[in-house]
């Protein structure tokens, strides 16, 4: 026994605009449009405060020159590259949204590729360590640190 073709396509079609109304209501209707959550008005500008931080530059091999900016501004003034690990006192620039710092340093030919790790420690806030790797007998790094 087969059904009656006419009365199965008639039920289907049924079938689909019952299921059609609950959907138009849900999808269709402007009214149903969530507002939005977060109104941006004007980028928040992050505070930034000058404290006094403690530099520390741990390597294995000694390098000729390093240096260490923060928006153009030298952070290592006279440090000495004796010993490792060498430390300095600065006045340096904190935000919550985060801090870039440019790291420079050159070695002496025949140096192998060598560490350099740079530790940073607000006054009041948990110490931040980042390694670089020298490429050939330089390093030129961009870190971020954020506290």
């Not at 209501?25 to 006094?52: C, D, F, I, R, Y």
């Not at 140096?111 to 931040?128: C, F, N, Q, V, Y």
């Amino acid at each position: 026994m087969r059904g009656f073709p006419p009365l199965q396509i008639f039920l289907l079609a049924l079938a689909f605009g019952l299921l059609a109304i609950p959907l138009v209501q849900l999808t269709g209707s402007s009214a149903n449009v969530p507002s939005p959550l977060l109104k941006l008005t004007e980028p928040s500008v992050a505070k930034v405060e000058t404290v006094p931080a403690l530099i520390r530059l741990r390597y294995a091999h000694k390098p000729s020159s390093i240096s260490l900016k923060q928006v153009g501004r030298e952070l290592l003034q006279a440090v000495d590259l004796a010993k490792s690990p060498c430390e300095t006192q600065v006045q340096m620039e904190i935000s919550k949204a985060g801090d870039d710092v440019e790291l420079t340093a050159t070695w002496a030919e025949g140096t192998p590729e060598t560490a350099l790790t740079l530790e940073i420690e607000p006054d009041g806030r948990e110490l931040r360590a980042q390694t670089c790797w020298s490429n050939g007998t330089s390093v030129n790094e961009i870190l971020t640190f954020i506290w």
